[in-house]
Nanobody, 126 residues
């Protein structure tokens, strides 16, 4: 079973930047989707960005041109570089993973993912 550990959250002023990291521990299938989700208090969990084992990426419209998802050379680490942060980006951010046996694109839909990290808090002050 895959274990995911996030880090890098914190507090920042509007317009600032943060970099989140997710480390994958344990065995993972060679074809996979990795993604970032976020959940603000009183709101549903929403997809932020996803990346597959080939490096193809998907972004939510709300973060395009501001956030960049990437993975390390060893592919057991994934990062989310968040720039031009806004107050509405405030949320708990979660790393998630799932196998991708069919090779299809990675949708950033929570129900598609079975492995989740514990989350890291991001707070952006106006």
């Amino acid at each position: 079973q895959v274990q995911l550990v996030e880090s890098g959250g914190g507090s920042v002023q509007s317009g600032g930047s943060l970099n989140l990291s997710c480390v994958t521990l344990g065995y993972r299938e060679p074809t996979y989707c990795m993604a970032w989700f976020r959940q603000a208090p009183g709101k549903e969990r929403e997809g932020v960005a996803a990346i597959d084992n080939n490096g193809r990426t998907t972004y939510a419209e709300s973060v395009k041109s501001r956030f960049i998802i990437s993975q390390g050379n060893a592919k057991n680490t994934m990062s989310l570089q968040m720039n031009s942060l806004k107050a509405e980006d405030t949320a708990m951010y979660y790393c998630a993973s799932r196998p991708r046996p069919s090779g299809g694109p990675c949708r950033i839909i929570p129900g598609d993912f079975g492995d989740w990290g514990q989350g890291t808090q991001v707070t952006v002050s106006p």
